[in-house]
């Protein structure tokens, strides 16, 4: 079996995976929950595999590096760290239907990645042959998944809350009512940023030892660096926000959702739309 | 001092100890960063001039906005905030360090509705008992506890992690100090590149900001080599450098790569870029007649134009040692020549050393082949010195260990107070409320069942 296959087993194992989730907030029997979860923990063992196969192809060719060098690699990684931090409030707080609400990240990911990307196992360019990518790398993108975490989190609760507003008590009906209360939605996003944030800081930290290591700068404002911070600053807002009084819920969630857009923009969009010294997706 | 003097001093102390403002400014940080990654920075005036007018060049170089994170206005913010944070720490530190350093001993009837969990049991047996019982049991299932008697009850004071509670301030002067360690450098070092031609030394280098700073020593490029993938992407750039210091070698021909510099005395140097020295290089090609006769070696430098047996004249127009990046069905070193017959019109072909026959097919009168140059690389070096980087380095650990002592350590405390046959229990954790409620009731279901 070839690592593109495995990508493409995980891919559907999280497709399918979803929409058991969906079933589950349908029809609320807690044996679909525990199928939407165990379904994606299968996706996440195949994809685990797959990385660890693509890494080992890589070496057949006589490139041998970490799969972590373009686009598409970064793209199911990304998936990847996504579905492990789910897996861990998953089964540390057992609220299933969160799922619902993070697993789309993931399949988003990973369809975009098998349908759009090119796969090809490239050789690595100089400036990237170094141990530290693989540091910096994983420490950032384990950041990016808690914020998306958050960031899906933030939409239940102003899906609850805005539900709540709107009948007036709280007693929402539905599928709705099957969320977790709007207070344990808001304590689970700030738990999901609390994991990211010191992820984030040592990515960005990683990240300037390895360009001080290379070309003798810690730091050179260049684009990518300059968002990785303006997103630092987001959510060291949104820390700080919540220990005055009056920013906790619906405007912690706003900001939650503002902090992974920027997340995502510095993510893709810098190498999209502005141009620097990172390579992913340059072409 | 008069009192308006001193009430506006206190509204501005106050004004930098707010967390309003620290918000405020993150945001403001995050908001106006934008800006210098939309617009190139620090580029020349032509280059602005293609994208946009010169009404907009004016306003935005008076903005500062061509290098606008070191403009006025964007380093006022960031000191504004360091005041900021170090306001605020100074104003809490104090009341934090009182938390640590002297605990509430006593737990009164008052301070015990202000915990978030209590608990009362019925325990048989009379205070002393049930006071060294209730110290043995904490020992071994939380922590040691202090006895304070008072007023014939005692009071017991147990906790774990106080020095969590720092984690905060280790992080905000973490900030504080990777800003010091910012200024070190910018003040103390430099940065700069130099181009080294194979065989060639340098002792000085030129800064960005262009000034030429002496070495102290020499650098002497022994070697440079290029490699490339199948693909034609570039795989290695290798400099072989050697270090010399009042006339000793110091440094032997270490390899410097991409990701693997050389430092010496402090100052580093970085693999960064190359060229060709196109003022010495030497091509070497073989031209023989298709119709016959001994072939003629010919040699020439770039632009250089040479007379052929048959009286026309060829010239070197580019080379590269490595074609495929180029033409990717073709691999080594070629060169493109222009070759004038005698009173015809120029024509320019490229000819390839290790495709010696390529050339026949071609068809023309003579016939040549590349048999390759004694060109001169360069190596580009970017140069550094930096003294204030270990200073940002500490910073960045404090920042980490700091950040992992506010979020994922918590100060727990547990107050018991024995009373004749009865036991209060209270307590309160400074992070993670659910979890120490969970901690606090397991803690009780043993009590209840010793
Ligand atoms: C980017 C810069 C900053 C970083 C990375 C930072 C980091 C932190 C962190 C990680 C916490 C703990 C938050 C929590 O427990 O949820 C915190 C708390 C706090 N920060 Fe900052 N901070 C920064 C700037 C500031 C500034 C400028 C102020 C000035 C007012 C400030 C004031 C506070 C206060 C008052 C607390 C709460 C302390 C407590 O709970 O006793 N911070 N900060």
Redesign the pocket.
Known sequence: MTSSMMFNIATFSYLVSMLIFFAFLATRVKGVGLAGSLVSYFGFIVHTAAIILRWKESYDIGHGHAPLSNLYESVTFFAWTIILIFGIIDLKYKYRVVGAFVVPFALFGMAWAQLGLSSGIEPLVPALQSNWLLYHVITCFLGYAAFAVACGLSIMYLIKAGQEGAAGTAQAGGIISMFPSIKILDDLN?KAI?IG?PLL?LGIITGAAWANYAWGTYWSWDPKETWSLIV??IY?AF??A??TRGWVGKRAAILSIVGFAATIFCYLGVNLVLSGLHSYGGR | MTTSNRGFLQALWDFF???K??IF??ILLAATSIIGTIIPQGQLRPEYLQTISETKLKLYSTLGFFDMYHSWWFMLLLYL??V??V???IK?LPR?WKIISEPTLIMTDSFEKSLSVTHDLRLEGDTVTLRDRMVAFLKAEFAAPVVTEHDGEFHLFAQKAPYS?L??YV??LS?VVIFIGALIGSFLGFKGYVNITEGGSVSSVQTFSGQRIDLGFTVKCDDFKVSFYDTGAPKEFKSLLTVMDNGRVVIDKRPVIVNDPLTYKGITFYQSSYGQDEAGGIFYFTVRDRKGGTPVKVSAGYGEKKLLPDGSTMQVLEATQEVSQFVPQFSGPAARIEVTPKGGEPVSFIVFKNFPAFDEQRGGALVFTYDGSDEKMYTGLQVAKDPGVWVVWTGCFM?VA??CM??FMSHKRIWVRVRKGHVTIGGGA??NPAGFQLMFDEIVDKLKKQ
């Open positions: 700030y609390m944030f800081t630092w600053f060291a820390l700080h919540r220990i | 100890c707010s967390l403002l620290a400014l993150l905030f360091t900021n944070i306001a605020c720490s809490r934090v509670r984690g905060v992080v905000h900030i920042m700091g950040c506010a979020f400074s992070k």
